[in-house]
């Protein structure tokens, strides 16, 4: 067994998590990326702590990052929305402020994933990033539901697992 395959073995079996959708127009109704990520943390064993929409402001953004992360019953907060380059885009910013390790390596995969299996050279825009506020892991992708459904997948459902064994190995 490989030393990958021995952290996942001792991994938990479910992480508590906090979905946040960062949008100035969606609502409860038309959320389909808050939505989406719902759906797959619960189709893959997870448990959804619970959700907002939050306008993209960057202090409302970090004030909720913040108090999600510190809170008992959260142990991974997942964003979408707010990752792109327009003015009001800020999303990167609130959370890139209040980490404590960064996982460059999810925004790294996922620009690549989105260049060479869905959206080329436009990737490039993304601003996707992870990391950890204390105990608490954090990730940040696209509002798009391609973007969501992409991150998921292929990153965050298969190594959620791995990342909070890592966070708690020695505590």
């Known amino acids: ?60 953004i970090r004030e909720l990052v913040y108090k999600s992360s510190v809170h008992s019953g959260i142990e991974a907060v997942l964003l979408t929305g707010g990752t792109g380059i327009s003015p009001r885009d800020t999303t990167y910013e609130a959370v890139a402020s ?18 060479t299996e869905d959206i080329g050279s436009a990737a490039i825009l993304s601003r996707a990033i992870a990391g950890t506020i204390g105990s608490t892991a954090v990730f940040s992708m696209p509002g798009s539901t391609g973007a969501v459904k992409l991150a998921m997948e292929r990153l965050i459902i298969p190594e959620l697992r791995h990342v909070m064994r890592e966070i708690y190995k020695g505590t």
């Open 98 to 115: 209040l980490l404590d390790k960064t996982l460059p390596g999810f925004g790294e995969i996922f620009r690549l994933l989105s260049f």
């Open 1 to 60: 067994m490989s030393s990958v395959d021995e952290h996942r073995h001792e991994a938990p079996q479910s992480v508590a998590c906090y979905v946040i959708t960062v949008s100035d127009t969606r609502t409860p109704e038309t959320d389909t990326g808050g939505a989406l990520i719902r759906t797959m943390l619960e189709e893959a064993g997870y448990v959804v702590a619970g959700s907002t929409i939050v306008k993209d402001d960057y202090e409302d």
